[in-house]
């Protein structure tokens, strides 16, 4: 196996955290020395050992004179576990391999300097746009202060994401579905508009079949407080919590039912007397919620990219025709007047579910755009 493979199979170790160490990035690490892998681990959840620490932790012989290879920068300050950088030096690692420099300010290159001033030969840039893409969330949330937004719509190839009589029960097939559920198994929160709730009743809670996934931290954007106290979103068995998004408008008397609930309100008054989407965001970096999928209707979603808010879509199109001047969208509100002003997405892949397919692409770049 040369350089590429073994942080390939760091990357396989890191995707091994998805989900349980939000708001921690995905980090994996493996420790090769004569050529065989002698030691490797990742960070299995929030507050666990880190990855270089589990990768030591779980070494089959000495790794003192080996090579680690690690897709982020190891860390040189005190967080909720001991710096990595200090464990690399002191189990008298060689050299190291590592993918990108930690954006995090506390670190940002420190951990590799300490290895290099304790004589350490430090590498770094391998395989580094794989691991970017990697820790996406972790890079928006430690850099920009906000949770990563992925906006996901499902649609029928002649746009429409219900019929006009709004049915929308499926558009897609299984595969889609159980793809969503995979991402919702990941993300920290999910976020619906009040008119979803009224009109489908979700539980937004993640659903893999036997093997039961995480469920996100479940929003609803809701101004006047409409929720119905005995919707399905309230009333679930989920230990997952409920944040009402809403505004000063919400009934004061409803506010402490939904309370007595366990709902968990945040008000976000924006100028129309709507919910403020960029005021709602830094609450919820405040609550330590990186990442949010967007799950709304067409309104919510035209107000999200017109905040600014959404950072990567995911459009499903199933090859159905419903037709219906009157039948929703993805994207709802004015829209734009020339094709030249339509917002071009970034970095487009598409795969494909059954019969279904999967356009994704990114709305912002959380590197450069403010």
Same mark, same amino acid.
């Given at each position: 196996?040369?350089?590429?493979?073994? !942080?390939?199979?760091?990357?396989?170790? +890191?995707?091994?955290?998805?989900?349980?160490?939000? *708001?921690?990035?995905?980090?994996?690490? %493996?420790?090769?020395?004569?050529?065989?892998?002698?030691?490797?681990?990742?960070?299995?959840?929030?507050?666990?050992?880190?990855?270089? &620490?589990? &990768?030591?932790?779980?070494?089959?012989? =000495?790794?003192?004179?080996?090579?680690?290879?690690?897709?982020?920068?190891?860390?040189? /300050?005190?967080?909720?576990?001991?710096?990595?950088?200090?464990?690399?030096?002191?189990?008298?690692?060689?050299?190291?391999?590592?993918?990108?420099?930690?954006?995090?300010?506390?670190?940002?290159?420190?951990?590799?300097? !300490?290895?290099?001033? +304790?004589?350490?030969?430090?590498?770094?840039?391998?395989?580094? @746009?794989?691991?970017?893409?990697?820790?996406?969330?972790?890079?928006?949330?430690?850099?920009?202060?906000? *949770?990563?937004?992925?906006?996901?719509?499902?649609?029928?190839?002649?746009?429409?994401?219900?019929?006009?009589?709004? $049915?929308?029960?499926?558009?897609?097939?299984?595969?889609?579905?159980?793809?969503? /559920?995979?991402?919702?198994?990941?993300?920290?929160?999910?976020? #619906?508009?009040?008119?979803?709730?009224?009109? @489908?009743? *979700?539980?937004?809670?993640?659903?893999?079949?036997?093997?039961?996934?995480?469920?996100?931290?479940?929003?609803?954007?809701?101004?006047?407080?409409?929720?119905?106290?005995?919707?399905?979103?309230?009333?679930?068995?989920?230990?997952?919590?409920?944040?009402?998004?809403?505004?000063?408008?919400?009934?004061?008397?409803?506010?402490?039912?939904?309370?007595?609930?366990? #709902?968990?309100?945040?008000?976000?008054?924006?100028?129309?007397?709507?919910? @403020?989407?960029?005021?709602?965001?830094?609450?919820?970096? &405040?609550?330590?919620? $990186?990442?949010?999928?967007?799950?709304?209707?067409?309104?919510?979603?035209?107000?999200?990219?017109?905040?600014?808010?959404? $950072?990567?879509? !995911?459009?499903?199109?199933?090859?159905?025709?419903?037709?219906?001047?009157?039948?929703?969208? *993805?994207?709802?509100?004015?829209?734009?007047?020339?094709?030249?002003?339509?917002?071009?997405?970034? =970095?487009?892949?598409?795969?494909?579910?059954?019969?279904?397919?999967? %356009?994704?692409?990114?709305?912002?770049? #959380?590197?450069?755009?403010?």
């Amino acid at each position: 196996m040369d350089e590429r493979g073994y !942080m390939k199979r760091v990357l396989a170790l +890191a995707k091994r955290g998805w989900g349980k160490t939000n *708001p921690n990035p995905l980090v994996g690490a %493996v420790v090769v020395r004569d050529g065989r892998i002698v030691a490797e681990g990742y960070h299995a959840r929030l507050g666990a050992p880190h990855a270089e &620490a589990a &990768a030591f932790q779980n070494a089959k012989e =000495d790794v003192g004179g080996g090579t680690l290879y690690v897709n982020l920068e190891p860390c040189s /300050h005190h967080g909720r576990t001991p710096p990595c950088a200090q464990a690399v030096i002191k189990r008298g690692i060689r050299r190291v391999v590592v993918a990108m420099e930690d954006p995090n300010p506390l670190v940002a290159g420190r951990g590799i300097r !300490m290895l290099r001033e +304790a004589g350490i030969d430090v590498t770094v840039g391998l395989l580094g @746009d794989e691991a970017k893409q990697l820790n996406e969330i972790f890079v928006k949330h430690i850099t920009k202060k906000r *949770p990563f937004v992925i906006m996901k719509a499902a649609m029928t190839l002649c746009g429409k994401i219900a019929t006009a009589a709004g $049915d929308s029960k499926w558009i897609t097939g299984e595969k889609a579905r159980r793809h969503v /559920h995979r991402i919702r198994d990941r993300v920290s929160a999910i976020m #619906v508009g009040i008119g979803t709730v009224l009109a @489908d009743d *979700p539980s937004l809670t993640t659903r893999l079949g036997p093997k039961k996934g995480r469920d996100p931290v479940r929003i609803v954007v809701d101004s006047r407080g409409r929720i119905p106290l005995g919707s399905r979103a309230i009333a679930s068995a989920s230990e997952a919590g409920l944040i009402l998004a809403t505004t000063p408008a919400i009934d004061p008397g409803r506010e402490a039912r939904l309370v007595e609930k366990g #709902v968990n309100i945040v008000r976000a008054e924006g100028a129309d007397g709507r919910v @403020d989407l960029v005021a709602l965001m830094d609450a919820l970096h &405040a609550l330590e919620i $990186d990442s949010v999928l967007l799950e709304g209707g067409g309104a919510l979603n035209a107000s999200a990219l017109k905040a600014g808010i959404v $950072d990567k879509a !995911m459009v499903f199109v199933a090859p159905k025709l419903v037709g219906g001047a009157g039948a929703k969208t *993805p994207v709802e509100g004015p829209g734009v007047t020339r094709m030249d002003d339509a917002l071009r997405l970034r =970095d487009v892949a598409v795969r494909r579910f059954g019969d279904d397919i999967l %356009v994704e692409g990114y709305v912002r770049d #959380v590197y450069r755009d403010r």
